[in-house]
DNA sequence: ATTTGTTTGAAACGGACGTTTCAAACTGCG
DNA sequence: CGCAGTTTGAAACGTCCGTTTCAAACAAAT
C-alpha cells in the first residue's frame, strides 16, 4: 500500500476498455488485455480480482464519463422552451453524444460500443447499465413527447413515439454491420451529423403529430 | 449409401437450428447440439464436416423457408395501389413475418433469432444472408418511399426514410433487452401485432410527409 | 544494510471446447 | 449366413481459456 501500483492497474484498465469494446465480453481474452498492456498474465487476477471482476471495473469506469456528460447535456436542457423546440435540442444532443468521435480513427466512442456488446450479449450488468445510462433520457424523452402530444406520459401512444425515437437514435449503431452489406450502404452517421440529425428531428416530428389525433 | 441416414442428420439439423438461435454461433456448443439430439459428440463431424460446416447448413435450410415467405409476401403486393396504401401493406406484412409466432411458447420464429445474432456478431455468413434476406425487401421499401415523395429513388432522403422504417421494424427485436429492463417496458409486439402496426403505419406515413417539401 | 510487504514473471493447473480415432454395432445384399 | 459398407459410441487428443502457484524482483522503512 505504500508504492504508486497505479500505473499498471491504471494500463491494465484502459487496455480492457479498448479490448471489451472491440470483441465483447466473452471474446476478449485476458491474455490479450495483458499483452496490450504489457502485463504479465496473472496481473489482472492480482490487480482486479479477476476477468468478471476487471470488467465491472471497466464498466464503473466508463460509467462516470458517461454521468458527467448526461449532467453536462442536461443543464443545456431549457426546461421553458417549447416542447418541439426541446425535442430538437434532445435529439441533437444525443446525436452527437452517440456519434461525435473525438478520437482520430473515427471510432464509435468505446463506452457506447460496450454498451451495445452489453445489448447483443446481455450479461447481469446490463441492468446496471440500464439503469444508470438508459433510464433517466428515456423518461425524459417521454415527459417531452408527451407534452407535445398534448397526453398524460402514461398514455401508451407516448411509449410507442419515444421508442420510435429511440430506435433511430440507436439503429446507424446496431444496423451498421446491415447496412455496409448493402447496394447503399449508409453514409457513416459521423461523417453527416448534422445532415442526420436534421432528417431525425423533422421525421420524428412529423411522426408524432401523425399521433396525434388519436 | 443405402440407407436412412437421413433420421440422425435431420435430427441434428433440428437441434442445432434451436441451439444457434438461441445461443449464437460461438456460445453453441457441438456437445450441447448432440445432446439435444440424442447423438453422439462425433456424429456432427460425420454428418457435416464440422461446427461451422453445421452452421452453414442451418442457415441453408432456414433460408428456403424465408424465400418462401418473401414470395408469398410478394404476390399479394398489389402493383397498381398508391403508394400509401402499398406502404401499410408492405410494413403489416413484415410485422407479422417477423412477431407472429406459430409457436406456442411466444419466441421469436428461429431464422429471426439466428440472423439478429449474426448481426451482433458478424460473421463472414452475414453477406450471404444480407444478400438474400435484406436486399430486395430493403430495395423494394425504397422504392415504395420513392413514390411517395415524388422523388427518385436514388434521393438520399429516401434512404434516410427507409432506414428509419427498417429500423422501427427491428427494434423490438434489437432493444428487448433494454426495454425489459425498464421501469415501463413495453408490451411484447408479438401480443400487439394490430395495435404495434397501427402506429407503425401512421408513424412512418407522418415522418415521411414531413420530409416531403425539403 | 536488512527486513518487510508489495508487485512481477514464468510456469503450470484444471476445465471446456472442436475434433480425431478406432473398434463395435448396424444395414442391406449375395 | 457372411460379407461390405455405413453409422454409432467411448475415449482420447490438442488447443485455448481463466486462474493459481511460487519464487524472484522491487520499494520503503528501520
Not at 496481473?43 to 471482476?53: L, Q
Not at 456519434?99 to 457506447?112: E, F, K, L, P, R
Not at 451529423?193 to 428531428?201: D, S
Request: a negative charge.
Amino acid at each position: 500500500m505504500y508504492n504508486n501500483d497505479a500505473n499498471t492497474k491504471n494500463t491494465l484498465l484502459a487496455a480492457a476498455v479498448r479490448v471489451f469494446a472491440t470483441k465483447g465480453y466473452t471474446a476478449a481474452t485476458v491474455r490479450e488485455i495483458c499483452s496490450l498492456a504489457g502485463a504479465n498474465v496473472a496481473a489482472v487476477n492480482y490487480h482486479f480480482g479477476g476477468k468478471e471482476a476487471l470488467y465491472r471495473s471497466v464498466l464503473e469506469h466508463i460509467f462516470i464519463r458517461v454521468q458527467a456528460e448526461q449532467n453536462r447535456a442536461g443543464q443545456k436542457l431549457d426546461a421553458n422552451a417549447p416542447a418541439e423546440k426541446r425535442l430538437e435540442t434532445y435529439i441533437r444532443q444525443k446525436v452527437e453524444d452517440i456519434y461525435q468521435t473525438d478520437n482520430d480513427d473515427g471510432s464509435i466512442a468505446s463506452h457506447w460500443a460496450i454498451f451495445l456488446m452489453e445489448v447483443a450479449n446481455p450479461s447481469n450488468n446490463l441492468d446496471f447499465l440500464v439503469e444508470n445510462y438508459v433510464q433517466a433520457p428515456a423518461d425524459e424523452l417521454r415527459a417531452i413527447v408527451a407534452e407535445i402530444l398534448e397526453v398524460p406520459a402514461t398514455d401508451p401512444v407516448v411509449l410507442d413515439c419515444a421508442l420510435s425515437i429511440w430506435g433511430q437514435l440507436l439503429d446507424p449503431l446496431v444496423m451498421m454491420p446491415l447496412t455496409d452489406r448493402m447496394t447503399h450502404p449508409r453514409p457513416r452517421v459521423q461523417d453527416n451529423l448534422k445532415q442526420f440529425t436534421e432528417h431525425m428531428v423533422r421525421f420524428s416530428l412529423g411522426g408524432i403529430k401523425a399521433m396525434k389525433n388519436g
